[in-house]
């Protein structure tokens, strides 16, 4: 997808909303071959008992809404995603759209794509409101992994839980300009979210060899080359911009520092863990007051795989 001439449609209201706990990162029980790709991490917020990642998407969107002064009547697309729903279908997102009390004519569209959910959901968004079909749309992502990580795994100690939400319409703050998405499917089933042993509960898992590789490979390399790609095709240096994007790790994280020489990266993860799908969205609410770059880039990848970047003047 390319960009082109279009009306300003950008990101009105942004919100958040994180669980009252909050605990240490912990280390891997036992070496193993992910071991040496989770790094950093103090503290991680993480669902209380009886407390659910719907909760926190509701709470969010009210927030979202609040600041872009759009009452829940106006809303006319709820996407985005709730993970790991109460159900296997339909998805929390149908919760929070009863819970907001959204209208009967709010299409709600749950986009099930993981880490890059976020911005995947927000460019589809974009995509439906500049063709005219929507006027305002919300996305909403949240995530409640903690519950579905085995302690035995690098990975789990730095898993935390949250919610963030966007109010995306005609508007000049922060104007989606561009995106742009690249597959990479020979990876599936290197990293999964699935029943075990049939248990019946949902678990994360990177597998030793090919998820593994995959981290390292793609993982590492893909979301800077295309955020390049990205850049160079709209005439945007590197200097002049702030990146917010997945957060696994501080391994990731300096590296894709390294590799794209942007202005400034902002990151919750010393905070509160790595929120998987909530990540972006948790840390633009934090910083968006903050960003003094003319453009924001939002970065996700998505364990199908995929890696997915969009482009917003600020």
């Not at 995530?143 to 995306?168: C, E, F, K, T, Y």
């Amino acid at each position: 997808m390319t960009g082109g001439a279009h009306p300003e449609i950008g990101v009105a209201g942004v919100g958040s909303a994180l669980p009252t706990v909050v605990t240490r990162t912990l280390p891997a029980l036992g070496p193993s071959p992910e071991s040496p790709l989770f790094t950093g991490g103090r503290t991680r917020t993480v669902l209380a008992p009886g407390e659910t990642a719907e909760d926190l998407a509701v709470a969010a969107c009210r927030r979202a809404l609040e600041e872009a002064d759009a009452p829940a009547a106006q809303v006319d697309l709820l996407s985005g995603y709730v993970t790991v729903p109460e159900f296997l279908s339909p998805n929390g997102l149908f919760r929070v759209h009863r819970d907001l009390g959204l209208g009967r004519h709010t299409t709600v569209v749950p986009v099930n794509s993981e880490f890059g959910t976020f911005v995947l959901a927000l460019a589809l968004a974009w995509e439906s409101v500049r063709a005219g079909r929507f006027a305002t749309a919300l996305v909403a992502v949240a995530a409640g992994w903690s519950r579905h990580v085995d302690p035995a795994n690098a990975h789990a100690g730095l898993i935390g839980d949250g919610a963030g939400a966007a109010v995306l319409r005609r508007s000049p703050r922060m104007v989606i300009t561009d995106w742009i998405c690249d597959t990479h499917s020979a990876e599936y089933g290197a990293m999964t979210m699935a029943s075990p042993d049939g248990t019946g509960r949902p678990t994360y898992r990177i597998e030793p060899d090919s998820g593994v590789a995959a981290f390292r490979s793609t993982g590492m390399d893909g979301p800077p080359d295309l955020v390049h790609r990205l850049l160079d095709r709209n005439g945007v240096p590197p200097g002049k911009v702030t990146v917010i994007g997945h957060q696994a790790s501080d391994l990731l994280l300096d590296h894709w520092r390294r590799r794209l020489h942007p202005a400034q990266v902002f990151d919750t993860l010393d905070r509160y863990g790595n929120l998987v799908i909530a990540s972006a969205a948790v840390t633009l609410d934090a910083y968006a007051g903050l960003i003094d770059t003319p453009y924001l880039v939002l970065f996700g990848l998505g364990i199908g795989s995929y890696q997915i970047a969009m482009l917003i003047r600020m």
